[in-house]
């Protein structure tokens, strides 16, 4: 049998070997308690910053449309002023035409390859755009020289 000497021996190197893995434990848990505070502040910075470069990019993006909706609300302000343009154009155009065919000066035809009205002066022949040959007069031409 042991002596209680040596069962008191054993039983202090046990405690002092317990006392030193708990002292162990401890400091790695305090590490890991650090260690995770750490990466919990990284997280929550990381999140922060992710949360500003989304707010960012929404504001390039609103920017960006922004820009472009001018641009296009300044295309379409420039589309509705040709559009007006063109149709001055096309009224006056029409007004001229009517007064050449006033002035017995401006015959019309149709064409006999695509059907189009072409509109020419009757001192001379026109073709028409589509090719499709020099156009001869389809209304009396004493009607026109009268």
Request: glycine share 8%; aromatic share 2%.
């Amino acid at each position: 049998m042991r002596c209680p000497a040596d069962v008191l021996r054993d039983l202090l190197a046990a405690y002092k070997r317990l006392t030193a893995d708990n002292a162990k434990l401890e400091e790695e848990l305090r590490v890991g308690n650090h260690l995770l505070a750490v990466a919990t502040d990284k997280q929550r910075d990381l999140e922060a910053e992710i949360a500003k470069l989304k707010e960012d990019i929404q504001c390039m993006v609103k920017k960006a449309a922004d820009k472009s909706l001018d641009g296009y609300r300044e295309l379409g302000a420039k589309l509705a002023e040709m559009e007006k343009r063109n149709e001055r154009l096309r009224a006056k155009n029409a007004k001229l035409k009517e007064e050449l065919k006033q002035a017995k000066l401006l015959a019309e035809c149709e064409c006999p390859a695509c059907g189009d009205t072409v509109y020419f002066h009757k001192l001379g022949g026109i073709t028409c755009g589509c090719g499709g040959g020099r156009l001869e007069l389809t209304v009396n031409t004493t009607e026109i020289g009268e």
